[in-house]
């Protein structure tokens, strides 16, 4: 009989079968990638496709640009009015005016927001607020630089609050027959996780006993701070140590939940849609539960995971 644990292996073991028959030339026994049916590898064909989208980092977000812009007093009509104009990100700010680095001067700050409401005059308030978020765009862009230059890039980022919640709210929209809260509601550390394979370019797998609930997360242990020496190694920082925490999936029920966990963080991340990650959960469950209610025959053996997983791919 098999066990969750059992599922939860062989959903990796076939995650990465598929992910080989996307990148090599030739599968099993010298059988072509058109070999393996449409179904088993749609999933993983959706989620390179969506791999190259746009970054969650803060420079291209536009849910904590507009928070931020907010924060420093610029009014909502100028905030609509630069998202109409295509300059909604701290990372297209930062190179509208002038390069990063060189202080645009008042009068083209003015002529910038001339074009951007035509006819309309900034108020002080506007034109400072401004200012200063023109400021922090090109300082986070030179930031950004740096970091680069010097190794620093390499750490992973997080997906920012106000851009979680953005997307959050839109999933939710969008799902409204599903309820993602409570034991469906994808741990923060679960998002990063998704957030991290878009931005690197990366495709790895997430075993579902990494894929916490927020519940499982708050009160699970929280990171510890320790000081570092940087990239350059002259200097210290002080960073948090990632957390590998993982929940024990002890019953079928809690491994269905994890898997549901992994399609929303992955289709919050834009990775894949819920849908195509919903076909492969159902996929996995379908091989699982006829082997798990029904009794082997006499004098006959159950199939093994190699045998299960053939018969997924080729089936």
């Known amino acids: 009989m098999l066990s969750s644990t059992d599922v939860s292996h062989l959903d990796c073991m076939c995650s990465w079968l598929c992910f080989s028959l996307l990148t090599c030339d030739v599968g099993f026994n010298g059988r072509c990638l058109t070999s393996a049916p449409i179904h088993t590898i749609a999933c993983f064909t959706h989620l390179i496709g969506r791999a190259l989208m746009a970054l969650s980092s803060l420079l291209d977000s536009e849910a904590t640009f507009a928070q931020q812009a907010e924060e420093c007093g610029l009014s909502e009509p100028w905030i609509t009015a630069l998202k109409d104009n295509g300059v909604a990100t701290f990372a297209k700010l930062s190179f509208a005016i002038t390069s990063p680095g060189t202080v645009a001067t008042d009068d083209q700050v003015t002529r910038f927001l001339n074009n951007m409401r035509a006819g309309v005059v900034a108020t002080i308030a506007d034109f400072a607020a401004f200012k200063r978020v023109l400021f922090e765009s090109q300082t986070l862009m030179i930031h950004r630089f740096k970091s680069a230059a010097k190794g620093d890039d390499a750490v992973p980022k ?30 923060h550390g679960l998002y990063d996780l998704c957030a991290q394979m878009v931005e690197r370019n990366e495709v790895a797998y997430i075993s579902p006993s990494k894929c916490l609930s927020r519940q499982q997360e708050l009160t699970g242990a929280k990171p ?13 920082v002080i960073r948090e140590q990632p957390i590998t925490q993982e929940i024990n999936l002890t019953s079928d029920l809690a491994l269905y939940q994890a898997m549901q966990r992994r399609a929303l ?27 798990l209610l029904r009794r082997a025959f006499r004098r006959f053996l159950r199939p093994s995971f190699f045998e299960l997983t053939v018969r997924l791919l080729y089936a």
């Open 265 to 291: 963080a992955m289709d919050l991340a834009n990775l894949a849609s819920y849908e195509v990650m919903k076909k492969w959960t159902d996929c996995m469950f379908a091989i699982f539960l006829p082997n």
């Open 224 to 236: 510890e701070k320790e000081l570092q020496l940087d990239a350059s190694k002259t200097g210290l």
């Open 158 to 187: 997080k997906m920012s609050a106000p851009e979680r919640d953005a997307r959050l709210t839109r999933q939710r929209d969008q799902l409204r027959g599903l309820d993602i809260t409570g034991p469906l509601e994808p741990a």
